[in-house]
C-alpha cells in the first residue's frame, strides 16, 4: 500500500487547512488512518485517527480544532484543521494502521509528509 498527501502550506493564526492522504495497492476500506505531526525539536505524535467504518480520536491538544475523516469509495482520508495556532506548525504525516480494542495501532507505513506553517 502507498500513501501520497496533499494540502497544506502556510496559514495565519486562526486559519484553516486540510490534507488529503490517498491510498493505493491495497483495501483502504480495512485499514485506519492516523495522522501525526513532527515539529523540528518535538517528537513525531498522533494528533488524530479515523477507523474503517468512521470512528475518530484526538489527541487533546487537538480536539475540537481538527476533524479526521475519510473517503473509502475515494480510498482517501483527511484532515481538516481550524482554528490553528502558531504551535500547530509542523510536518503532518499520514499512517496507515488499524484499531484494536479502541485504539489506534500503526502498521508501519507513511505518507510523504507536508508542511503545515501557522504564523502571521
Known amino acids: 500500500v502507498q500513501l501520497v498527501q496533499s494540502g497544506g502550506g502556510s496559514v495565519q493564526p486562526g486559519g484553516s487547512v486540510g490534507l488529503s492522504c490517498s491510498t493505493s495497492?491495497?483495501?483502504?476500506?480495512?485499514?485506519?488512518m492516523g495522522w501525526y505531526r513532527q515539529a523540528p525539536t518535538d517528537q513525531r505524535e498522533l494528533v488524530a485517527a479515523?477507523?474503517?467504518?468512521?470512528?475518530?480520536t484526538y489527541a487533546d491538544s487537538v480536539k475540537g480544532r481538527f476533524t479526521a475523516s475519510r473517503d473509502n469509495a475515494k480510498s482517501t482520508a483527511y484532515l481538516h484543521m481550524s482554528s490553528l495556532k502558531p504551535e500547530d506548525t509542523a510536518v503532518y504525516y499520514c499512517?496507515?494502521?488499524?484499531?484494536?480494542?479502541?485504539?489506534?495501532?500503526?502498521?508501519?507505513?507513511w505518507g510523504q509528509g507536508t508542511q503545515v506553517t501557522v504564523s502571521p
Open positions: 499512517h496507515l494502521g488499524t484499531f484494536f480494542r479502541g485504539n489506534y495501532m500503526p502498521l508501519g507505513i
Open positions: 495497492g491495497g483495501d483502504f476500506s480495512i485499514y485506519a
Open positions: 479515523v477507523s474503517p467504518n468512521g470512528t475518530t
